[in-house]
């Protein structure tokens, strides 16, 4: 086992494509370059050769305004065209054809590298990429780890107390970043007391994560015995209701806001602070602050703060006490609570939207709130 820094001192290389043409190519055959669902296309006419759909070919890439071509320099040397990146930044582009003999191919001559990369071992305080039960630890500003994440890669611990990790859903180019965007990792502890972007996900190990940075957190957590502990700041678990992942326990301590996506499945959430749930949790206990419901619950115990019912799924069991606030004016869908306690607190239900299975309060004070 060994400790690790992230320096990101590696020097940048940009990524090279060649594609070559060739065959024969009749007039209205399409040659055509495709990045992240964009293409750009030429159109053959009469008498082109292979080296004039190269010189077609790469006009239309060097012409387009997509902001995923625009990373790349494009010039014909000739029958074939040339990708340059940006130094430094790696890009996917796939090549097809609308032809009976003209052919198109493509290949990768030089990957992209440089200080921004995971897998280039000149970015790490030993001079080594992190293996197997290494601990590392992102401390410095100025640097982000942003391509050539690992996979199946076993850490002992992760710890981020500066710089960026990951890439945010949309590039600064303007389109919606097709690049890996998280950090995939298995660490049994991960850390984030800092940084300015991080994006971690933790998808096969039994993985504890704690976050006390004051900037966003995005994880993804797939393990039935992990834990999510939100101390400070913005944590968002699996933020996109079109993915999945689950967890043991989610905490959201009282200076935290936490979100927790739809396809989200928990066995015990805590929420303090301020929380938005979409997923399907098996107990939710509201402490303090304010919780937002929008998912499927089981049982919900609400001690102190408010927990806002915006959901029209039933919940089996309410369990209201103390200073809490059980409150459903901010959805009025109809809703069914199959069992209600309460033994303190308030219930606000202006607009009488819930169905009590087994408890009906009586009173217009308890359903108005």
């Known amino acids: 086992m060994a400790k690790l820094k992230f320096i990101g001192i590696a020097q940048s290389v940009s990524q090279i494509d060649v594609v070559t043409l060739g065959g024969t190519w ?31 070919l790469a006009a239309a890439a060097a012409a387009s305004t997509a902001g995923e071509f625009r990373e790349i320099a494009f010039t014909r040397v000739t029958t074939t065209v040339i990708g340059t990146s940006i130094a430094g930044t790696p890009f996917t582009m796939t090549v097809s054809e609308d032809s009976a003999s ?15 990369h995971w897998n280039n071992a000149a970015n790490w305080s030993t001079a080594v990429v992190p293996t197997t039960a290494d601990e ?14 690992p996979t199946a890669l076993v850490l002992a611990k992760f710890v981020q107390s500066a710089g960026a990790v990951g890439l ?4 600064s180019a303007g389109f919606e970043e097709y690049r890996a965007k998280y950090l995939t990792i298995s660490a049994a502890i991960v850390s984030v007391d800092g940084g300015t972007l991080s994006r971690i996900s933790t998808e096969s190990v039994t993985s504890v994560i704690t976050s006390q940075s004051r900037n966003a957190v995005d994880v993804k957590v797939n393990h039935a015995t992990a834990q999510v502990h939100a ?42 602070g301020i929380s938005t749930i979409r997923g399907t949790i098996t107990t939710l206990t509201v402490e303090g602050g304010e919780c937002k419901f929008q998912g499927v619950l089981t049982t919900a115990n609400v ?33 069914t609570v199959t069992t209600f306690n309460m033994t303190g ?25």
């Open 26 to 56: 009749a007039a209205g055959e399409k040659a055509r370059l495709t990045i992240n669902g964009k293409f750009v296309e030429y159109t053959a006419i009469v008498a082109d050769t292979p080296a004039l759909v190269a010189v077609g």
């Open 102 to 116: 003209g052919t198109i191919g493509t290949s990768t001559t030089q990957a992209a590298t440089g200080p921004n």
């Open 231 to 272: 101390m400070a700041g913005v944590v968002r678990v699996v933020p996109s209701d079109a993915e999945t992942g689950q967890a043991a326990t989610i905490r959201c301590a009282e200076n935290a806001r936490l979100e927790i996506g739809a396809g989200v499945t928990v066995g015990t959430v805590l929420s303090a």
């Open 345 to 369: 607190g308030r219930l606000s239900n202006p607009h009488r939207v819930i169905t009590f299975t087994n408890f009906q309060p009586d009173t217009d004070m308890l359903q108005a709130g």
């Open 303 to 335: 001690k102190g703060g408010t927990m806002y019912y915006e959901s029209g799924s039933t919940i089996t069991t309410v369990n209201l006490s103390e200073l809490g606030l059980f409150e459903c004016r901010t959805d009025i869908r109809a809703k």
């Open 168 to 171: 945010p859903d949309t590039n």
């Open 136 to 149: 590392v630890f992102v401390e410095a500003s100025s640097v982000a780890i942003r391509y050539g994440f």
